[in-house]
């Protein structure tokens, strides 16, 4: 009998344990780690979307995410390099789907693909199509208004003033101020060419650029244009600066109107206020004849890492941190345009306006890497006014054939 009971006693033992044993299991949550890459503008923004989606999924998963500053041309550059560390979401812009896309660095989004087509006017939309291939959506739109445009002081400027290049340099000079634009970039520096009816576009096989900048075809040729940015470098109030020397100039009270996009309109407010007005892109000078400035525009997205080992919580996150409510959090905060056709009450805005008035004399972006680094050297040199006083012709010739190499 006491064997009995001994035995009764330890099944009972067993199963007590085993069912503790299963609760304890059964309690025990998944662990989630994920990394963001986002832009610094963005990282406060992004910060408190995250914590809002720990908090949503805190019963499901114990989820841990660390956002890191990172600007999207030196994202796109590590996740080419080394696509298995990259972030599990990250920012990307239209013209570098291609290239990230083709290494298999992104992941095709498999939940909610419908809504999110609906919410930004529809899988046939421009923004969607960007990131398309065959049926399956490879971003999350974020942004609507990667291109650039004119800010400037209206204590200075009439709305007349800032059609023409021109008439804002004068009247920079006048006042011992200046008129900037990043030079160093060829993404502003194009806006001259493109204006001027010059191309630049990608090969079929997508591996080289075709760019017609030194061609004396067409009613201006590359060297008409080029000089034309020569006459303007050579004005003594006009400055070549990045964008955080801009804002410093504009902080300093020395830059009075300046090329830049919506990412900084907060801070130039926050200068000009009441006085901070925008506009599209001026008219230059070009033989005499005036030509609207032309520009690149495009749209930002969050992608999931294809590589990520937690996918479909990398998916949940990147559906936060690109929602309406995020993407009207960086409106208020940094002057991005959403995305998100919900959102019109930034129709309002200034900026807004002017980015879409500049759009109709913008292109989407289009290019190959190797564009870049020739037209930095290119606009670097123009800034400067020909220090060496080359022969344009050649320079521009060099430029367009490594361009298209």
């Known amino acids: 009998m006491k064997i009995k009971r001994r035995i009764v006693f330890i099944s009972c033992v067993l199963c007590i344990l085993l069912c503790l044993g299963g609760c304890i299991k059964k309690d025990e949550k998944d662990k989630v780690v994920l990394k963001v890459w986002s832009s610094s503008e963005d990282k406060d923004i992004i910060m408190t979307s995250v914590r809002e989606f720990e908090k949503e999924y805190k019963n499901e998963a114990d989820i841990k995410v660390e956002v ?88 200075y400027f009439t709305e007349n003033d800032v059609k023409d290049i021109d008439k804002i340099l004068d009247i920079a000079q006048k006042n011992d101020k200046y008129f900037a634009m990043d030079w160093s970039s060829g993404w502003y520096t194009y806006s001259f060419f493109g204006g001027a009816g010059k191309k630049i576009s990608v090969s079929d096989d997508g591996l080289h650029n075709i760019c017609d900048f030194a061609d004396e075809s067409g009613k201006y040729s590359g060297i008409d244009i080029v000089n034309a940015m020569l006459d303007i470098s050579d004005k003594k109030s006009f400055r070549s600066a990045i964008d955080g020397k801009i804002i410093e100039g504009i902080r300093d009270g020395e830059i009075i109107a300046a090329v830049n996009g919506t990412w900084n309109s907060k801070a130039i407010e926050d200068v000009w206020g009441e006085s901070c007005a925008a506009a599209k892109l001026p008219e230059f000078t070009i033989n005499g004849e005036k030509v609207q400035m032309s520009g690149f525009y495009g749209y930002k997205y969050f992608g999931v890492n294809a590589h990520s080992k937690n996918k479909k919580w990398a998916m949940r996150l990147a559906k936060k941190i690109s929602d309406y409510d995020t993407q009207m959090r960086r409106f208020d905060k940094i002057g991005e345009s959403p995305s998100n056709i919900n959102a019109k009450e930034v129709k309002n805005s200034d900026i807004i306006n002017a980015v879409a008035e500049q759009k109709k004399y913008s292109v989407a972006q289009n290019i190959c890497e190797a564009y870049w680094d020739p037209m930095s050297r290119l606009g670097v040199y123009l800034a400067a006014g020909n220090p060496d006083n080359a022969y344009m012709s050649q320079v521009l010739e060099n430029v367009v054939r490594d361009i298209n190499k």
């Open 68 to 155: 890191m500053s990172e600007s999207i041309s030196d994202s796109k550059r590590l996740i080419l390099n080394d696509a298995e560390d990259a972030a599990d979401v990250f920012n990307y812009v239209d013209d570098q789907f291609s290239d990230i896309y083709n290494i298999g660095a992104l992941a095709d989004i498999t939940e909610g693909v419908e809504q999110i087509c609906k919410d930004n006017g529809g899988k046939d939309s421009d923004i969607i199509q960007k990131v398309t291939k065959g049926d399956k959506l490879y971003g999350y739109p974020l942004s609507d208004s990667n291109g650039y445009f004119l800010y400037y002081n209206s204590d």
